[in-house]
Structure formats: structure tokens, C-alpha cells
């Protein structure tokens, strides 16, 4: 008895030994879990991409390269794409400053709707402004054709403005997140010795604020350069990076090129995002102690306060005239051509099929996407391993990557088995789950910085395994963040076209793609109908989002939204 | 610190109203800062101190009434042609410059020559001892340091009138009391009219010419420390500056020539010399009791005048002082002792007398 | 409590999604004619066979590119439609297979491979398009001859597909090079480029651009016309005296597919004289002779082409494109 008592004694003890090693090991082997979902879905497909265009029908090759850089057509496509995003970041910035300046110190009566206008962008894919620039501006525009214009829309003009109404959400947002975290008393106490509004703004505000201008600049730069849509739509006969890729994959199938483009057009990203990350990390003035305080409206002298107000309303005024034009639109057959109202625009079946094959991929990348963001969040935190920083870097890297060039990676990397997962739905999304995850993960982050570990200590102490104190703990803690990235990547997913549009199967439309083949074959009535659908779809979600981040205190940091 | 009475005072306040849209946060307030004073608005949160403050300086605007500075109305006037100049409560100072360049900001702003104002900045710096700090970056410095240099700052461009906002709340207890006393030593040697803004009322009645007690937007008294704190004006005053203890009576008796009076109270006769005259007998009092003004000795007995017996609820001895709380009837009584040389027999006491004093402040209490 | 139920919730919705998207038996096709045709097609494949063809339009160059990119382990089970460049591909390349289809018997030999490869079910041309109004409104008259196209009163006024993704486009380009010879011919294309407002993606598309008075002219394939003639556009047609080119309606079976009886059944189909008739009146020249809606009884005359060449030299062909043509600055 006694021996069969001591051998049992033994099982458990090894039993339990596993299970202390399981306790003690269980963020790490989570966090080697992780690290090879990212570099399966994150850098596998750009690793191929890079050997795609490195390799010829004989082996390594330098040969498109060289391609690449001789020949003026992909030249021009360089430098227009280049020229576009240091025109389209220097406007968005000027504008975005100057409503960010407006609703934080312009009179009360002004604040609240022009930080609405200025917001209002977000729930709107981008590509709605190269929708309602045709309306307006097209060969058959109400404009155009009201005052007999002869202005060329499709080429660099058309793009850059479609750009800029598109990302002046982002530059307002990050400027007055800036703003608001700069004391008033700053600019107050200048001014109560004398300094005028212009003074201020030059020997104070701006300085202090150039690190934020100089982090924001540099995401829209980024962003400009690898959104798909608009320059895909309105390029014209004037080549740019993104559009061409696609042209070289889908049209010419030469995916020596297309990887080749992809490279050129990744570099930027990645150079900016550790530029942004982290060289500028903490290079803000902090300037405030405790909770920022709304500032009062200033006296601001008509010399600046005229010049902002005419920027301010301007965009205003655009950005309302483009949602209104669209929605207007999509009760049109082609707006400004046929005359009767329909709504068969509204019901027609395969937009609408392709609409619920969206909420299908966005709802499963959702799932999946707040699922990783949560872990990798916690691994990254808690976690007291070697690499961890990478690990950060590489789930926050998806942000920075062209769509285009994640799609294309897709397509090369997943085409065959045993990966094969092209055709289907999963590797849409999956696509959208990798390239979003930061959202979730940073979400995830933040929550968990409020959460002390002396807490998962405490239940520790208390007798609870890791396991239990992550489900019963850590996890309904976090519980919001889980919301925020799910509802924030399912935003982005159904909206997002320069990936997809490499990865949609037969039979299998997603609404983003349709809009688009609607778009350039001119079908105006229908791609507006189809885009205000979505529009109502992310407002629903945001609205949700807003709702749920003020009842837990989520905080901001939900910023951006690249497609 | 000798101000003539008849001299026009520095800033006048006449019964200023602010609203933020239909909230009223300024009541209808009216004050007179003499030259030279050091004024204090102090009050709980949400009184309208600050309000108020920023009113003066200009940063926002009033509602109604007039504010007139050395006799010329400024409701008007921006801030910088107000010759007030103000210093935040988190120094504002500018991050992206040298303390220098802060000190001479303003001096830059106004167009003084070059020499003029290096000149003024040393002058300003060696006034707040901080000569060697010139080049210093602000974040290089400590927060007492930040604070002289906001300092220094405000007095740049000789304003007639300075405006503290809380400029010590950010300070540690114990940098707070030194920097605290050289506030003052400055602002007395420079005979500059100075109105500081609070919420702590020791640091008010430590370093004020006179206090201004603020609550919900109104004045309730201004007086000096003494004034206040001896003669508070209500019970919210008398409970907001210091410590105190209240204990309801009713005037029994009085005698006008020696102007002995007998408080009637739910534990006995209380025998007061009453000094205020719009008290008579009869009427419903509040007396104000301060807690190191009442004697604790041990044990119960002694049928002195004004001692009540009461039971020692709680003692907790700190060196100089001890802290007791009496139990009397069902209310407590907090006492301070000083000089506690009797500790560890008080430690094990249960019951002990307290000697309520003859000069109690009385409020009349409203029918 | 509240969040154990809506985790319950999210999975079984997320399972529920997932599983709808699992495919029904049925065959998934690439489709390159048009996407009116395309839907028409397939509906009648359904009739006729119970077959429900899963398709999204793409266009020629695009299906390629799928093709290129996902060989071996096509994500498709055929090609129904698309140019014979991917035809010729295919057949090169290994990826289709060879089946002599019974129902093709009597069908003249350029509509087949010989091996059966691959199929043209169809073989559609190009023609130039004009939008009436817009020419009335100006005093023009249609283009006599190709060479027409050339003058300046033309400029901006004209759409044409790109030869880099579509394959009419292709197809008008090694027309060009076959009717006037490669010097001649580029020197035709370049010329013709001054006046071109921009390339469509689709070979389709200015028939609607120019039906719809956003341009005078177009240069579009022929597959769309009839439809938009009977919508109700404002359309003028014609080809010019030269003559037009022509390509196949190409369709193969992809090799490795799980679903060959199905593939066979639907290329027995499209040999049949139904199917001829189907494509005829939409305007199509059909392997079976049929009443074609568009040109009537008077067939078009078509310049003499070698298809294999042309497929065989699409990809030299895109790259002087690329170098020759004009591409906007800004």
C-alpha cells in the first residue's frame, strides 16, 4: 500500500511538473506561437515578394532592377507617386493644422462641427472621393458640364486632390491629439506678454509642436504612397507605384515587375516606420501635467484667424459637398445624364451579394484579428523574453506595408499547396487580419498599461495557475480592447481594396473590388449606392466603437486607417 | 509691509458676474487690492478663484461689472496691455528655450534692445538666485528652480499687478514651505500688489496681507489671517481655515459693562467674554472652538467653570503635538495638545476633562 | 456572465460564416467576355446542363495573370472565354487538357486546337464606335479608314483598351503590326496615341464610355456593341476599309481539376449549333454558322493574322509599348 502510494505520489508530481512548467513557460511558448503566425502571414509573403523580384527564369538576377530604374516609364511612375506624397503630406498637413487650431482654439461655435467635418472622412473608403470628384469634375460632370469646363480630372491633379480630402482626417487627428496635449497656459502666458496671435504661433505653438507635425507628416507620407484606390481610379494616362503594380500583376501577369515595384514602393514604408516608431518615440515636448484642459477661445487676429478660417472652410465645404454628391449619385442611373431617380442602384444583387461577402471576410478577419491582438498584447507586455521589441515591430509592421504589396505577396506566397489558400475566404481574411493587427495589439497594450501586474500577482499569491488567471482576470480586463480591435479591423477590412484586389475568386466579389470595376467602367449610380452602403455600415461601427471606448475608458490611439 | 489707508487702491473689483453660458460661476464679487498687498483668493474647488484670477489677467472675458487697475477700466484691454502679468500653476514655461530666453520673452516680445534686455535677465535671474542657470535648459532644472524662473518671468516687464495661480501645488511639503516664504520675502521687498490663488488655507493665511474666502462664486469675508481665523464670518469659514469644532447654545445671560456672558449648552453653562456686539441675549449661537485652544487634563471631577468631562476616544501623539479626540455626550470634540508632557499617561486614559476657554468666537445662528 | 454569452455568440456566428463559404458542387470558371455576356453565358450552361458556373468578370490579361501565378493548382476548374494568347499558353505551358470533343465535329479548324487544348467558342473582332450626338454636334463624320484616326480634330476625343491588360487591345495592336508592318505599324500607334485620352482597362469599356458622350470615338471590341444598340445608346459603328482583326473566344480545361466530366460536359456545349446561336446574336462569329445580330449576312473583312505569332510575341510587344507611348508628368 504504502508503495503504491509513493508511485502515485511520483505520476503526480511529474504530472505537475508539467503543469509548473506549463505555468512558468506558457507566455513564452504563446509568444513563439505568435512570432510564427507573423512571420508566416507577415513576412513569409513579403520575403517572397523580395525573392520575386530578385529572381529570373535563371536564377538571382538584378536584371528587373535595372529594369526598373532605366527605363523612363517606371521612372516616371516613381517620381510621380514620390512628388504626390510630399505635395499630398505638406496640404493635408497646412489644412489639418488649421482645423485642428480652429477647434481647439477657435470660437466655441465653430469647434464642435468642424471637428465632425473634419472626422467625417473616416467612415468613408477612400476611394469615395475619386467617386465624387468624377461625379463633379468627370467627362460627364455636373460641373462640367454646367460651366462648359475643360479641366483634365484624370491625371496627377485628380489624385492628389482625392488623396488629400481622403487623409485630412488622419493629419487632423494626430495635430490636435498634438495640440490638445500642449498646455494653453504656454500660448497664454505669451500672449500676456504681448505676443501676437502670428508670434505665437511661429515662436511657440509650432516649434513646440514640430515633432508631432514632423510624426504626422510622415505617416501621411506613407499612407499617400501605398493607397491604391485613388490613383487607380482617377491616374489616367499618369502612372503611379501602387496602380502599376496591379497593372503589372493582373494585366501583364509579369510578377517579376510587379515584385519589383512592390520593393520600391515598401522601401519608404519601412524606412518611415522606424523613423516614426522609433526615432521620434518620446521626442514630444510633454508639456502637460494632469488632464488637458479645453483651451478658451482666444482673440485671434483677423491676420491669422481669416486665412484659417477661409483653409478651414473651404475643406469643410468639400468634404461635405463629396458625401453629398455620392449620396445624391447613387439615386442616379449616371447622375447628370439620366434623370429619373431609381433605387434599383440600391437593390441590385450582385453589389449586394458582393456586400455580404464582405461583412462574411471582415467579420471572420475581425474575430481572428482581436483574437491575435489580444495575445500578442499581452506576450509583448508581460512578456520577459529576448526578441520582444521585434515581435512588437513586426505585428505593428503590417500598417506600413502597401496593401498592394501584402496582396501580391498573398498571391505568391499561397497559390500553391500545402499552403494553398488562395480561392477562398480565408485568405482574404487573413490578409486583413495581419495588415490591421496593430490596432488591436496597441488597444490591447494600453489596457494592459493599466492593469498593474501586482494584480495577476495577487491572483498568483491566491492559488490560481497562469491559465486561470489569464481567462479570469487578465482577459475580462481586457475585455474592451478585444472589442476595440475587433470592431476597428472589421471597419477597415470592408473597406480595404488594394489588397483584396489581387485575392478575389470567381463568384466571390467583396464590395471594395466592386466598387472600384464599377468606377472605371463608369458605372457612377452604381459604385455610389455601393459605397454609401458601406459608409453606413462603418458609421454603425464606429458609432459602437465610440460607445464602448467611452463606457471603458479606452482612450484614444485608434487613429488610423489604411486601405 | 505698511500700506496708507487712504492711498487709491491698485485694483478695484466691482461686482463682477461671469457666466459660461447659463452656469454663473461669479456672483456679483467686489474687492479693493491696496498697493503693495499680497492678497489671497482662497476657497474650495469650483469657487471660482481661478475664474476670477483669469479674469484680472484677461483671459477671459467678463460678463458684467468693471475691473479698473490704478484707476483705468481694463475690462476691455487684452492681456498684454493689461499691466498684469500672470504665472501659472505648471510655470508654463517654455520647453524649447533656456531659462534666459523664458526670462526674456516678454522683454523680446516688446522690442527691447538687445543689451537692455540681457541686462534685465541677469537682474531678474540674480533676484531669484538662479545667476549661474542661464543657459539651462528648462527641463534640466528642478521644480523649485522652474518655479523662481516663472517667477522671474512675470516680474520681467514690471507689471503693477501679479497674478499667482496656485503656483506652489506642485511643489513637495517641504520645498513648498521654503519657496513659500521667499514668494513673500520678494514680493514684500519689490512692494509689487500680488494676488495669489490657493486652495490650501495655511499657505493663505501664512504669507497673506489679507484673504479673500471664496465659495460658489461669492466673497464670503475678507480680512486678514488673523481676522479670519479668529473672527470667521460663517460656518463655512470658520470650518474651511483650520480646524474647529462647533457647539450649539443659546445666550443665557450678559452682562453689558463686563461683558461676562453665559452660553447655554446641552452639556452646561459655558462663561465667555463676549466681545461682539451684534450678539444679545437669547439668541442662537454657534460657538467656534479651535482645537489648541481647549486644555485636556486627565481625569474627571474638578467642577471648574467651563470643563466638561469627556471620555479619550482616540490620542496620537506626533512629538510636538498630540491629536485627541474626546468623546462628550454623543459628539466628538477634536484637541489639539502642544508640548504633550503628560503622553503616556494620556495613552492609557479613558476619561479626561476638557477646558472649553472664555474667548470663544460666536455666529449667530439664523432663525 | 454577459461576456461568456456574447463570446458563445461571436463563435457560432464566425462558424456559421466560415461554413457558408465552403463551395457547393459546382464549377468555378474564369470568364473573360464581358460581364453582361459572361452571366449570359453561364445561365444558359445552367439551363441546358445544370451546371452552376461560379464566375467573376475578369479580363484577359488578368486571367493570365491568375493563371501564371496559381499553376500548377488552379483555383479554377476552366477557362470559358478568355484570348487565345492564353489559349496558346495554356497548351505550352502544360496546364490545359487535351479533349477531342465529339460535339465539335464539322467545325472549320481555326476554331480548335487539333489536340483539343483548347477551344474558341466564339471569335470576336474589334470595331471603331461613335457616339451619334457628339459627332453631329461637331459636323463629323465617322472614320473611312484607319489612318482617319490620326487627325488632330481627334484629339482626347478617343478611348481605346490597353494591350497591357486587355486582350481585344492586344488584339488591335497585332492587327496594326499585321496590316502595316512592324515599322509602319508602331509608327501607327504612336501616331494614334497623340490623339488616345486614355486606355481602358476592359476591352469593353468605350463602347459604354462613348455610348455614354464621354468621348466621340472609341476603338472597342465588338462583344458589347449589339447589347448597347438595343439599350438604347446613341451609338454609330463601323469598320474601316482596312479591315479588322480577330481573336478567339478561347475555352480549356484546367489539368488537375476535380471536376473534368463537368468541364467536358460544358465544352460539348459550347460546340453545339444552340451555342452558336446563343453567341451569334449577340453579335459574336460563331464556330457554327448562325445569324450573327451584328454584322448580319455580311461577314467583316479581317486582315490576315497568325495567332501563335502574336501570342508568342505579346510580352516584346507590351515592353515597346510601355517605352514608346506617351505617359503623362504630373
Not at chain 2, 485636556?296 to 471648574?304: F, T, V
Not at chain 2, 504633550?340 to 476657554?357: C, L
Amino acid at each position: 500500500m504504502a508503495s503504491a502510494g509513493l508511485s502515485v505520489k511520483l505520476q503526480s508530481s511529474s504530472r505537475s511538473k508539467v503543469k509548473d512548467f506549463l505555468n512558468a513557460n506558457l507566455i513564452n511558448i504563446l509568444a513563439v506561437v505568435l512570432f510564427l503566425l507573423l512571420a508566416f502571414f507577415l513576412l513569409y509573403p513579403i520575403v517572397m515578394v523580395l525573392i520575386k523580384s530578385l529572381r529570373g527564369p535563371d536564377g538571382f538576377t538584378l536584371q528587373y532592377y535595372k529594369a526598373f530604374f532605366s527605363k523612363q516609364y517606371y521612372f516616371q511612375s516613381l517620381y510621380n507617386t514620390l512628388l504626390l506624397g510630399v505635395i499630398n503630406t505638406v496640404v493635408c498637413l497646412v489644412i489639418g493644422f488649421c482645423l485642428a487650431y480652429m477647434t481647439t482654439r477657435g470660437p466655441w461655435i465653430l469647434r464642435k462641427p468642424l471637428k465632425i467635418i473634419s472626422l467625417v472622412p473616416l467612415i468613408a473608403p477612400p476611394y469615395l472621393f475619386a467617386l465624387s470628384l468624377i461625379i463633379l469634375f468627370g467627362r460627364n460632370g455636373l460641373v462640367t458640364r454646367m460651366f462648359d469646363l475643360h479641366w483634365q480630372l484624370y491625371g496627377f491633379s485628380g489624385v492628389v486632390i482625392s488623396q488629400t480630402l481622403a487623409f485630412i482626417p488622419l493629419a487632423y487627428m494626430m495635430i490636435e491629439n498634438t495640440l490638445m496635449s500642449l498646455n494653453p497656459n504656454l500660448e497664454e502666458s505669451a500672449y500676456d506678454m504681448g505676443a501676437s496671435e502670428a508670434t505665437i504661433l511661429r515662436t511657440i505653438t509650432i516649434p513646440l509642436l514640430a515633432p508631432g507635425l514632423l510624426k504626422a507628416g510622415l505617416l501621411i507620407f506613407v499612407m499617400t504612397i501605398a493607397e491604391f484606390g485613388n490613383a487607380a481610379i482617377l491616374g489616367g494616362r499618369t502612372p503611379f507605384l501602387a496602380p502599376d503594380t496591379y497593372t503589372m500583376i493582373t494585366g501583364e501577369s509579369d510578377f517579376n515587375m510587379g515584385s519589383v515595384l512592390s520593393v520600391v514602393l515598401i522601401a519608404p514604408c519601412i524606412l518611415i516606420f522606424f523613423i516614426h516608431n522609433y526615432l521620434l518615440e518620446g521626442k514630444t515636448f510633454t508639456t502637460i501635467g494632469g488632464k488637458p484642459v479645453a483651451s478658451e477661445p482666444r482673440k485671434i487676429t483677423p491676420l491669422i484667424k481669416i486665412p484659417f478660417i477661409i483653409i478651414t472652410m473651404v475643406a469643410a465645404g468639400a468634404i461635405f459637398v463629396c458625401f453629398a454628391v455620392v449620396f445624391v449619385a447613387s439615386f442616379y442611373k449616371i447622375l447628370g445624364v439620366t434623370h429619373n431617380i431609381i433605387l434599383s442602384n440600391y437593390l441590385d444583387f450582385t453589389s449586394n451579394q458582393a456586400i455580404y461577402n464582405s461583412i462574411r471576410v471582415s467579420f471572420v478577419a475581425a474575430v481572428i484579428g482581436a483574437v491575435i491582438g489580444i495575445l500578442l498584447a499581452y506576450v509583448i507586455v508581460r512578456g520577459k523574453f529576448f526578441g520582444r521589441t521585434f515581435i512588437e515591430m513586426a505585428s505593428l509592421s503590417g500598417f506600413a506595408l502597401p496593401g498592394t504589396v501584402l496582396g501580391i505577396g498573398y498571391l505568391l506566397a499561397f497559390s500553391a499547396p500545402p499552403l494553398k489558400l488562395t480561392g477562398g475566404i480565408m485568405i482574404l481574411a487573413l490578409n486583413c487580419v495581419f495588415r490591421f493587427l496593430a490596432v488591436g495589439v496597441e488597444a490591447g497594450i494600453s489596457k494592459l498599461h493599466q492593469i498593474h501586474i501586482e494584480i495577476e500577482e495577487a491572483s498568483a499569491d491566491l492559488g490560481a495557475g497562469f491559465l486561470t488567471t489569464f481567462t479570469k482576470i487578465v482577459l475580462p480586463i481586457m475585455f474592451p480592447a478585444f472589442i476595440a480591435g475587433f470592431i476597428y479591423t472589421f471597419m477597415t477590412a470592408i473597406i480595404s481594396l488594394s489588397a483584396v484586389v489581387f485575392l478575389v475568386s470567381p463568384g466571390f466579389d467583396l464590395a471594395a473590388v466592386k466598387i472600384f470595376d464599377a468606377a472605371i467602367y463608369g458605372e457612377i449610380g452604381l459604385a455610389s449606392a455601393t459605397t454609401m452602403k458601406l459608409v453606413l455600415i462603418v458609421m454603425i461601427c464606429m458609432m459602437i466603437l465610440n460607445f464602448i471606448s467611452k463606457k471603458t475608458r479606452l482612450g484614444s490611439g485608434i487613429a488610423t486607417k489604411p486601405v | 509691509m505698511s500700506m496708507n489707508a487712504n492711498e487709491k487702491p491698485m485694483l478695484i473689483l466691482k461686482d463682477i458676474h461671469k457666466f459660461y453660458g447659463n452656469n454663473e460661476v461669479l456672483k456679483g464679487v467686489s474687492l479693493e487690492v491696496r498697493r503693495g498687498e499680497l492678497v489671497t483668493f482662497v476657497g474650495p474647488s469650483g469657487c471660482g478663484k481661478t475664474t476670477l484670477l483669469r479674469l484680472i489677467g484677461g483671459f477671459t472675458d467678463i460678463s458684467a461689472g468693471d475691473i479698473i487697475l490704478d484707476g483705468q477700466r481694463i475690462n476691455d484691454l487684452p492681456p498684454n496691455l493689461r499691466d498684469t502679468r500672470i504665472c501659472f500653476q505648471n510655470y508654463a514655461l517654455f520647453p524649447h528655450m533656456t531659462v534666459a530666453e523664458n526670462v526674456g520673452y516678454g522683454l523680446k516680445i516688446n522690442k527691447w534692445p538687445k543689451d537692455k534686455t540681457a541686462a534685465r535677465v541677469n537682474e531678474l535671474l540674480e533676484m531669484v538666485e538662479l545667476s549661474a542657470y542661464g543657459d539651462r535648459m528648462i527641463d534640466k532644472l528642478s521644480g523649485g528652480q522652474q518655479q523662481r524662473v516663472a517667477f522671474a518671468r512675470a516680474l520681467s516687464l514690471e507689471p503693477k499687478v501679479l497674478l499667482l495661480d496656485e503656483p506652489l501645488s506642485n511643489l513637495d511639503a517641504n520645498l513648498r514651505l521654503v519657496m513659500r516664504e521667499e514668494i513673500r520675502k520678494l514680493q514684500e521687498r519689490l512692494h509689487i500688489t500680488t494676488v495669489f490663488v490657493t486652495h490650501d488655507q495655511f499657505e493663505a493665511m501664512a504669507i497673506s496681507d489679507r484673504l479673500v474666502v471664496m465659495k460658489d462664486g461669492r466673497i464670503e469675508q475678507v480680512g486678514s489671517p488673523i481676522e479670519i481665523y479668529e473672527k470667521p464670518a460663517n460656518e463655512f469659514i470658520a470650518a474651511f481655515v483650520g480646524y474647529v469644532n462647533f457647539m450649539d447654545g443659546r445666550v443665557a445671560s450678559l452682562d453689558e459693562k463686563t461683558r461676562d456672558a453665559v452660553i447655554d449648552t446641552e452639556y452646561g453653562k459655558i462663561g465667555i467674554t463676549l466681545e461682539q456686539v451684534d450678539i444679545n441675549p437669547g439668541d442662537d449661537v454657534l460657538m467656534v472652538v479651535r482645537p489648541e485652544s481647549v486644555n485636556i487634563s486627565l481625569n474627571c471631577g474638578s467642577n471648574r467653570p467651563n470643563v466638561l468631562c469627556g471620555r479619550l476616544k482616540s490620542y496620537m501623539y506626533a512629538g510636538s503635538i498630540a491629536k485627541c479626540t474626546v468623546t462628550i455626550g454623543d459628539r466628538t470634540m477634536i484637541i489639539d495638545q502642544y508640548n504633550p508632557r503628560d503622553a503616556q499617561q494620556f495613552k492609557h486614559a479613558e476619561k479626561v476633562e476638557v477646558e472649553i476657554p472664555r474667548s470663544v468666537h460666536l455666529l449667530k445662528k439664523k432663525k | 456572465m454577459k461576456r461568456k454569452f456574447i463570446a458563445v455568440v461571436v463563435a457560432a456566428i464566425f462558424s456559421v460564416v466560415l461554413a457558408g463559404s465552403a463551395m457547393a458542387e459546382d464549377v468555378n470558371a474564369y470568364m473573360g467576355t464581358s460581364p453582361d455576356n459572361n452571366v449570359k453565358i453561364a445561365k444558359f450552361i445552367k439551363d441546358k446542363t445544370g451546371i452552376t458556373v461560379n464566375q467573376t468578370f475578369q479580363s484577359c490579361g488578368e486571367i493570365e495573370a491568375k493563371m501564371k501565378a496559381e499553376a500548377p493548382n488552379f483555383s479554377a476548374e476552366m477557362v470559358i472565354g478568355a484570348c487565345s494568347p492564353q489559349g496558346y499558353l495554356a497548351k505550352s505551358s502544360g496546364w490545359s487538357v487535351p479533349y477531342v470533343s465529339p460535339a465539335w465535329k464539322g467545325v472549320p479548324e481555326l476554331f480548335m486546337d487539333p489536340k483539343g487544348e483548347f477551344y474558341h467558342m466564339a471569335t470576336f473582332s474589334f470595331v471603331l464606335v461613335g457616339n451619334k450626338d457628339r459627332l453631329a454636334k461637331a459636323g463629323y463624320k465617322m472614320p473611312e479608314s484607319w489612318k482617319d484616326l490620326l487627325d488632330p480634330k481627334w484629339k482626347g476625343e478617343i478611348v481605346m483598351p490597353s494591350p497591357l491588360s486587355s486582350g481585344t487591345a492586344n488584339m488591335m495592336r497585332f492587327t496594326f503590326l499585321a496590316l502595316y508592318g512592324d515599322t509602319e505599324g508602331w509608327k501607327f500607334i504612336e501616331a494614334l496615341d497623340k490623339n488616345i485620352h486614355h486606355y481602358s482597362r476592359s476591352g469593353n469599356a468605350p463602347t459604354d464610355l462613348v455610348g455614354r458622350g464621354e468621348f466621340m470615338l472609341g476603338i472597342t471590341s465588338d462583344e458589347n456593341v449589339k447589347k448597347r444598340l438595343d439599350d438604347g445608346y446613341p451609338l454609330l459603328w463601323s469598320i474601316p476599309k482596312e479591315g479588322t482583326g480577330y481573336d478567339g473566344t478561347t475555352s480549356f480545361i484546367f489539368k488537375n481539376t476535380k471536376k473534368l466530366e463537368a468541364c467536358k460536359k460544358i465544352i460539348d456545349l459550347l460546340g453545339t449549333q444552340e451555342f452558336s446561336d446563343l453567341l451569334a446574336s449577340i453579335g459574336y462569329v460563331t464556330p457554327r454558322p448562325a445569324k450573327n445580330a451584328l454584322y448580319g449576312t455580311t461577314l467583316p473583312k479581317f486582315v490576315n493574322l497568325d495567332l501563335g505569332k502574336a501570342a508568342d510575341e505579346k510580352a516584346k510587344n507590351n515592353d515597346i509599348w510601355k517605352q514608346k507611348l506617351r505617359t503623362d508628368f504630373k
